[in-house]
């Protein structure tokens, strides 16, 4: 209708302008489109290069590292001593003391051969041997006096009636009682001229010192008789018997021989060996 409306020029005119709206259409949307394109490229630009980095390695796993131990002190050196110090003595041990070897026989609890540090007094060996027995006769015996080496101490009974028994004085060596015992020597003064007319002759003025009485009293083993024999201590009649019958057979040559008789030993020959000889 519109055609027949409209001629044929007025038709191309018309579809000449809508050609020309399309085109510059197309073109306006095709210019802008590249415009934004090359200001997106402007703004956003090329990117910066960044240098990579490495990714953190992993730790070892195991038990944890110790802390470094403190740095000590180093020692100073030793110094050398001089040549002229003198070495430290090193101390010595104390030497042990001297031993005596003492018999100890007669009324003791225990006689025996007993040791004992020199320098040892007469009760400590009758302490060491049990002390004294009830019948023990202290009266005569030096307790204070002090023990000689290789030396028997006897320790009497009392007297008892009808029993022979020897003083302390005559088993003993003198230093162990106190009858027997003599003080050391005191040295004699010099000799004074005589003054002259002195009525006093010089033979006179010093006096003599009194003799000590010769202890005497031993028992002769190849003559005493039954009765000395068993005044002995640790000496029955059973034994003084054998004793003279021993001697009977084979005289004594020693004090020695008495271990050769039956039921005498080393023990009880030593409790008897300061009283006894042999002639």
Do not use: H
Not at 187 to 212: F, H, I, K, R, Y
Not at 226 to 237: A, T, V, Y
Request: charged residues 20%.
């Amino acid at each position: 209708m519109l055609s027949r409306l409209m001629t044929r020029k007025e038709q191309l005119v018309l579809l000449f302008f809508g050609c020309a709206i399309v085109v510059g259409a197309a073109a306006l949307w095709y210019s802008r489109s590249g415009t934004e394109e090359a200001e997106m490229a402007v703004v956003a630009g090329p990117a910066p290069a960044t240098a990579a980095v490495p990714a953190p390695e992993p730790l070892p796993i195991g038990p944890p590292l110790a802390s470094p131990p403190q740095q000590q002190l180093a020692a100073p050196p030793p110094q050398r001593p001089s040549e002229w110090a003198p070495e430290p003595e090193l101390p010595r041990a104390p030497e042990p003391p001297a031993l005596l070897g003492v018999s100890a026989a007669g009324e003791v609890v225990r006689p025996d051969v007993y040791m004992l540090p020199e320098g040892a007094r007469v009760r400590d060996l009758v302490e060491k041997a049990g002390g004294a027995t009830a019948l023990a006769d202290l009266s005569d015996i030096n307790l204070a006096a002090r023990l000689i080496d290789g030396s028997t101490l006897t320790i009497p009974a009392r007297r008892q009636p009808g029993k022979k028994t020897l003083p302390a004085a005559y088993v003993n060596p003198p230093p162990y009682t106190i009858s027997g015992w003599q003080p050391p020597p005191q040295e004699a003064p010099a000799e004074t001229p005589p003054v002259a007319g002195s009525d006093v002759p010089a033979a006179a003025a010093s006096a003599e010192a009194p003799l000590a009485p010769e202890k005497t009293g031993l028992i002769d083993l190849n003559s005493a008789s039954q009765d000395e024999l068993e005044s002995l201590p640790g000496i029955g009649p059973k034994l003084a018997a054998e004793i003279i019958a021993y001697r009977s057979r084979t005289p004594f040559a020693s004090v020695d021989d008495l271990t050769n008789v039956s039921g005498i030993g080393p023990k009880k020959l030593e409790g008897v060996r300061n009283l006894v000889t042999v002639r």
